[in-house]
């Protein structure tokens, strides 16, 4: 996938690929050094979680645009990106044209949102009220946690991905469990399919 969306950028007169990776790591690396106008980021990088790196970034002051591609539709994971400093939220399922277009839109300042996933139903989530979606009351980073552990990430590997102490990823994984009412990575992984939360690599 990522060899076609660089063709895709490639193949249009304006855009220049400057660099390619495959893990997250590497992915900050070159945002650091190289200082793109955009970084497309998946959403399930390796060794490092994305939304640390759009955190990273963020704080560091660099000026590059990012935009996450995902399989993910639900709303937290939708307004947990965007509240992290991403410019752009698309599926992987988009079109070419979506990619291109988010491209222009987030160049010229705006935010964009894969129209498929509706940004009414984001922000404005009807009559439903914050207390009746436990999901909701996950803090940025149980919910980070809580994403990983739903695809199968060992503790040790989430503290990595999130440069978090092994001892404060366990108490982020206890206050989640509680606030959701689950008592297990089983019970955790049986939610989140109900759902659709869990991601397709």
Do not use: W
């Amino acid at each position: 996938m990522r060899e076609g969306l660089a063709a895709l950028c490639q193949a249009q007169p304006h855009l220049h690929v400057v660099a390619q990776c495959s893990q997250g790591a590497v992915a900050l690396r070159l945002i650091q050094e190289q200082r793109p106008d955009i970084a497309v980021l998946d959403l399930n990088l390796p060794d490092l979680y994305t939304l640390e790196i759009v955190r990273r970034v963020r704080s560091q002051g660099l000026a590059s645009k990012l935009v996450v591609l995902s399989t993910r539709r639900d709303r937290k994971t939708v307004v947990e990106a965007l509240r992290s400093g991403v410019s752009a939220f698309l599926l992987k399922s988009a079109p070419s044209h979506e990619l291109l277009e988010a491209f222009d839109q987030i160049l010229e300042g705006g935010v964009y949102v894969s129209p498929e996933l509706e940004l009414n139903k984001i922000f404005c989530p009807g009559e439903r009220r914050p207390g009746d979606d436990p999901l909701q009351s996950l803090s940025s980073r149980e919910y980070q946690v809580f994403s990983l552990l739903c695809d199968g990430v060992r503790a040790k590997e989430i503290a990595a991905r999130l440069s978090l102490s092994p001892k404060t990823v366990d108490t982020y994984r206890a206050s989640l469990m509680r606030k959701l009412d689950i008592h297990d990575v089983a019970g955790l992984v049986k939610f989140a399919l109900q759902r659709n939360l869990t991601s397709s690599r």
